[in-house]
């Protein structure tokens, strides 16, 4: 009989339902891992076995096969020992499993003991910015840029970023408990939408000093607004290509580097949800892409 046992998996910074799926059969003793496991899970065969006898139960003499699914998920780390050594004394019959709203996850050391390790980041990334930040027309928040963006830097990622939001100082908190060593900002698009030239420019001139005095030793990149296609739609506003210049300009004051967002997203309506601004899944990802690569420079 196979017993499943509920666990979590993390991929970038969006976590994922893993199934630590344990059967014991007849046949030659074998301990054997499968589910895309790296160097650090298949070594969890060890310390399991150990754990299972220093913790007074009886190491089964079967053949034994984990399966953590989905399986052609790539799994790493060390937080699997504990479901696979759940599944393995329920499967033999040692233990009862509880509720089955419950998940299990963490290291295991020899003796038995269960200790989770926090992921070790290269940085703490903060991003602001309005609906295309949070990704609000990609299938699954996983997709949205900010995401990719912290998997790409190995990042700590905050996303506080609001849909509809132009560059308004009042939204700035520095009391979060997150403290960024980077962070960017992507608002305008909204601003050049509903403000003249003059009032984009002072709003987004506070922002960016509220941003700088709130973290004064962070990397700060404001990134311009990236393609809309319809800014030819609108002759009333203030020319759009505007905006880099006027965002240039701020940043260079605040001691902020500026990104352009035009070279970050084509200007290809295939790569957008909505035919004109929004990026879809593939959008995000490309807009991701470019950049961690913008970032690196």
């Known amino acids: 009989m196979v017993f499943q046992v509920r666990s979590l998996g993390l991929q970038g910074v969006s976590g994922y339902e893993v199934s630590a799926e344990c059967d014991l059969s007849s046949g030659l003793p074998a301990f054997t891992l499968v589910g895309l496991p790296d160097a650090a899970v298949n070594e969890a065969r060890e310390r399991v076995r150990s754990a299972i006898k220093n913790c007074g139960f009886q190491f089964p003499v079967s053949r034994i096969t984990v399966n953590l699914a989905p399986a052609h998920v790539k799994k790493s780390g060390t937080l699997y020992d504990l479901p696979i050594l759940v599944g393995i004394l329920a499967a033999g019959g040692q233990w009862k499993l509880p509720r089955e709203n419950c998940a299990f996850l963490g290291e295991l050391s020899l003796s038995g003991e269960s200790f989770a390790r926090k992921p070790a980041y290269d940085c703490r990334l903060l991003c602001l910015g309005d609906s295309i930040t949070p990704g609000d027309t990609v299938h699954f928040p996983s997709l949205a840029y900010a995401n990719g963006l912290a998997l790409a830097l190995n990042a700590e990622c905050l996303n506080q970023s609001i849909a509809g939001e132009t560059f308004n100082p009042e939204m700035v908190d520095g009391s979060i408990a997150l403290q960024p060593d980077r962070i960017t900002i992507a608002y305008g698009t909204n601003d050049w939408n509903c403000k003249t030239r003059e009032q984009f420019t002072r709003d987004a001139e506070d922002y960016v000093r509220r941003v ?79 950049l961690a690569k913008a970032m690196r420079r």
């Open 212 to 290: 700088r005095e709130s973290w004064p030793a962070a990397e700060i990149f404001v990134i311009t607004p990236i393609w809309r296609g319809d800014t030819q739609a609108h002759p009333e506003r203030f020319a759009f290509v505007e905006t880099e210049t006027i965002l240039e300009k701020i940043a260079t004051q605040h001691n902020a580097k500026t990104i352009c967002g035009a070279g970050l997203f084509p200007a290809v309506k295939e790569l957008t949800a909505d035919g004109f601004l929004h990026p879809n899944d593939l959008g995000h990802q490309v807009y991701a892409q470019q």
